[in-house]
């Protein structure tokens, strides 16, 4: 049996004949949120024998790459999700090479162009997604104006640098056609793309385990190379310097590198080749987690993980062929459509497939190709991916839609306003890399901004697609409990919304018989006076001081800020904020069935079987 059906339906939906700009999404989202302040300061955690030599002579060179502004990225709460307008100063460093080079100088000088240029959104708002005549020449970069051409052509006029050209994908198995044999057996280069001139990035993952590290296991990065003489806008942000310990390496095949051992899911391995320069984002540190790896990294597997790869053979670059690229990527694409089924990969190796049924390459080229129809306004195209019937929601206001016509006359409200952000949320750094799926089938990107899975017919639709202003969600509007179990009525967002809003009005007048009455009994009540278990509203009044009085406020804050409800993707009740609340409808009115947050010291949980 073959699942070339399968796989043809799925990836048609992935497949573009436009280019994945990834840089492009990157910098267009700094572009419009960077603040650049002083140069960083602080010195640089050291390994001890040689901290005050190396901060003096600044010999390890982690700091020689790091741009001379740092700039700022959204705060993410403790479950990675974005917090709606708080902002944090990181530094960055360049991909292009070290900060004294031209292309490093130029990428700085444009960055701090853009950093005041069009910070309201006006003139790009104005544009929206019609052409600007700019296409052409600057297609990889982010210009819509003749103020940003001019700009652009005076920065390269300056460090006498050329513009890319043309870009193309390059497929996982392609890449000895592309670049040639740069890596040892332990490595699998992911898809990516790469330039005319031989410029590259890619996701990727290794196994670690050689020698005396005894088995490490898998780890996954992102490597890139940029070949000098053409102008580049992509940085990376690392988080703080001074949590990198540095030191300097000679790898395996003979090449001088500069490793950086970071705190958290962030190491670096760089290397100057001479023409070009290579960035390897590792995404594991000291005291990283299983996420992107298999647990922290220390010094022994930085350093493996710099042995597997042959940057000689990077270097002379040698230009790509493209029709060569082309015919490897179509024989690859045929190869991959007549695998057999027992062939696809089993949990351990693609935990992603296993829970929905996409392949966790597939679901990354899904997310840049939808990034890139996005960003150029292919809203026909985007129409098709959605599941219908919809419910889109606008300002206020909430219509369902049966088929992509209908849906278009939305199109500017949703999607068409926040292309620019929508798309960059959706590009490398590392947002590919972070597809997930909670358990429900679904897979998920961007912080939750998409959420897609497949469709009867195999091929991968889109259930939601959201931002803070606007939402488009498969069905009637109706959230429903899947298994048959009818404990949890049907309940509406319009509804849920209503809830949430009363419950904070409720909280902040104090109206304790009506919150009590509010919850689902018997509950269990944790505090730091002590843990209660309250069969009735009369027995929860008692501890209503230890819980609402303490952090009552706060929670009536954040009801108001954020009071949308989200379907529990294996459950059937709502939740609000995160996973703080959780309620429903039982026995025909909304209950509350838990309230708890690492914030306050207490929480209220739901304990029977059935209200």
Known sequence: MSNREFYQETFSQVRGTGEIRWEDYEMRRRGKSLKWFVTLAAS???????????????????RDALLPEKGSVNVVDENGIVVPGEKELKDFVSLSGWADTPESRALAEW????????????????????????????????????????????????????????????????????????FKENVAPYSGY??????????GGAELGAGELKGYGPIEYQFSRS???????????????????????RASDGTSVTLGLGERNRSLILADLGDSFVLVNVLAGRQGDDTFSSGPIGREELEELADSFFYSAL?????????????????????????????LPSESEDPLYTRTGIRSDVARDFVLLLAERIEDGRRE????????????????????????????????????????????????????????????????????????GLVEDGVIRIFTLQTDQWSIRAGNGTITQDGGDDLYEALSLDE????????????DRGE???????????????????????????????????????GGSTLAADLRADPEPVLDGGGGLASALGETVWFGRAEGRLRIFSLESDVWLWSIRYMGEKP
């Open 44 to 62: 640089v955690a050291l390994l001890a024998a040689l901290s005050a030599l190396a901060v003096a002579a600044n010999f390890f060179g982690l």
């Open 194 to 203: 790469i330039y005319e001139n031989g410029t590259f990035r890619f996701d």
């Open 512 to 550: 304790r018989e009506e919150i009590a009455g509010l919850l689902a009994y018997p509950a269990q009540v944790k505090a730091p006076g002590g843990e209660w278990t309250a069969n009735t509203p009369e027995e929860f009044l008692e501890c209503y001081g230890e819980t609402f009085g303490t």
């Open 496 to 507: 849920g919304r209503e809830f949430l809003l009363h419950l904070a009005d409720l909280i």
């Open 381 to 452: 195209e985007i129409a098709d991916l959605l599941v219908y019937p919809a419910q889109v929601e606008t300002s206020g206001r909430i219509d369902t839609v049966s088929s992509p016509e209908e849906f278009l006359r939305y199109y500017d409200e949703t999607v068409g306003q926040s292309a620019l952000s929508l798309a960059a949320d959706m590009a490398w750094e590392p947002a590919p890399s972070e597809v997930f799926s909670d358990g429900s089938g679904l897979a998920s990107a961007a912080d939750g901004a998409v959420w897609f």
């Open 227 to 249: 070949v000098k003489g053409t102008f580049d806008d992509v940085a990376l942000n690392i988080g703080d310097l001074g949590g990198f310990e540095e030191r300097g390496y």
């Open 111 to 182: 960055q701090a162009f853009l950093e005041g240029y069009d910070q309201d959104g006006a003139i790009i708002s104005e544009i929206g997604n019609s052409p600007t005549g700019f296409e052409e020449r600057y297609g990889h970069y982010l210009v819509y104006t003749q103020e940003m051409a001019d700009k652009l052509e005076e920065i390269i006029a300056k460090y006498d640098l050329k513009l890319h050209q043309w870009m193309e994908v390059v497929m996982p198995e392609i890449w000895p056609t592309a670049v040639g044999n740069f």
């Open 315 to 343: 270097t002379p670059v040698r230009e790509p062929d493209r029709d060569a690229l082309l015919d490897a990527n179509a024989r690859y694409l045929e190869d991959l459509e007549n695998q057999p089924v027992e062939t």
